[in-house]
């Protein structure tokens, strides 16, 4: 699968396989309250940059958006983990939590889209 970066030169950079096989499954592409940017051409390059020029001493690739508000979940390639990250906000309150992987993050993300459909 082939997952936009656009003019990132990440050489190095791998997406967690586990990510690529969520995206591949048709409920990631309603997953609510999250917007999968995998999905959308050019998403996942706009907010990488956005959030570099917001936060450029942050090394981060956006996976997903929180529909409700300004949250972007990353892969955080100098800490290692998911950081959540409140954009445009001021740098010290942009991080609004961080998960010690993808599969630690998807588990609260089905939670929460449980929980979302079910106040549908």
């Not at 409920?27 to 051409?41: G, I, N, Q, R, V």
């Not at 983990?81 to 599969?103: M, Q, V, Y």
Request: proline residues 4%; hydrophobic residues 35%; charged residues 30%.
């Amino acid at each position: 699968m082939n997952v936009f970066l656009g003019e990132i030169d990440l050489t190095a950079f791998q997406y967690p396989e586990e990510y690529l096989n969520f995206l591949k499954k048709p409920m990631s592409k309603d997953f609510e309250p999250w917007t999968m940017l995998a999905h959308y051409e050019s998403r996942v390059d706009s907010w990488r940059k956005i959030l570099s020029e917001q936060y450029p001493t942050y090394s981060l690739i956006p996976f997903a958006k929180y529909d409700a508000n300004d949250d972007v979940a990353c892969f955080d390639l100098q800490r290692g983990d998911i950081a959540i990250i409140n954009s445009f906000s001021t740098i010290d309150s942009s991080c609004h939590g961080s998960f010690k992987n993808f599969e630690e993050w998807l588990k609260v993300a089905q939670d929460e889209h449980e929980s979302w459909n079910e106040d549908d």
